[in-house]
């Protein structure tokens, strides 16, 4: 079990301009997680801004402190087969990495990272956002590009069914189910517009992304089989555990 702290907002300006104030300000020394269902100023890649609405996705933050430099190796890309491994082993669903930052699925962006180094404090931030179902308060910006990955939460639930792979007696089925089931008591239907907040999908990309930042470099089917083709992936394309 990882040892860290967890808090939940219902809207902060950017979860990763939270946590770096925090650290600024000497408010936290471990390990972190901060999820929000809302966020005012989100930060996107190449200084775009981020659109975090609520209900239809999760967004959260990584706050790591490091002992070793080398845990900062490629965190970025280990970051995204995090998220990939999690909708592939849980839901059996085949993201794809956009080199090095993004996940797409049929062909929409679904998840952006954004990671910052606290070099003073020997700490990165790594902030993820995935969007779950559809957002329909996107900007014009983004509009062309963005994607979700389900179309309602009976979708994640029929997924999560029929994972052969997934025992029913694991802690990620029970927790990632009891968070989505509850779509009708007593005859009552659930607005289905109000997403209860799935803590245990947060949890089981973190545990991957921490067994990846030992590691020296990628496992190469990621590479090989997983990726986006773009520009900046060859740099590192030799890479492999």
């Known amino acids: ?42 930060h996107g890649s190449n200084g775009k801004s981020f659109i975090s609405d609520s209900n239809v996705g999760i967004y959260f933050t990584l706050l790591h402190f490091y002992d070793n430099d080398k845990e900062l190796k490629f965190i970025t890309q280990k970051a995204a087969v ?49 969007d779950l179902f559809e957002n329909k308060n996107v900007n014009d910006e983004i509009r062309d590009i963005a994607g979700y990955i389900f179309k309602d939460k009976k979708e994640i639930i029929a997924k999560l069914e029929h994972n052969t792979k997934l025992s029913k007696e694991s802690c990620a089925y029970k927790n990632l189910y009891t968070d989505f089931k509850s779509l009708k008591i ?7 517009s109000s997403l209860w907040e799935p803590d245990q999908i947060v949890i089981d990309i973190v545990q991957i992304i921490y067994s990846l ?22 740099e590192d394309y030799n890479l492999e555990c």
């Open 1 to 42: 079990m990882i040892n860290f702290l967890f808090e939940k907002l219902d809207i902060v300006d950017s979860t990763n301009d939270y946590l770096t104030r925090e650290v600024e300000n000497g408010k936290v020394c471990k390990d972190k997680i901060l999820i929000s269902k809302y966020q005012s100023n989100g």
């Open 82 to 130: 995090a998220v990939y491994q999690f909708f592939k082993n849980t839901f059996d669903i085949e993201l794809k990495i956009k080199w090095v930052n993004d996940l797409y699925y049929n062909d929409k962006k679904v998840c952006g990272i954004l990671c910052r180094n606290l070099i003073k404090y020997k700490a990165v931030i790594i902030g993820i956002g995935i």
């Open 186 to 192: 007593d005859g009552i239907v659930i607005d289905d």
């Open 213 to 234: 930042i030992k590691t020296e470099g990628l496992p190469r089917i990621y590479i090989d089989k997983n990726i986006i083709k773009d520009e900046r992936i060859y």
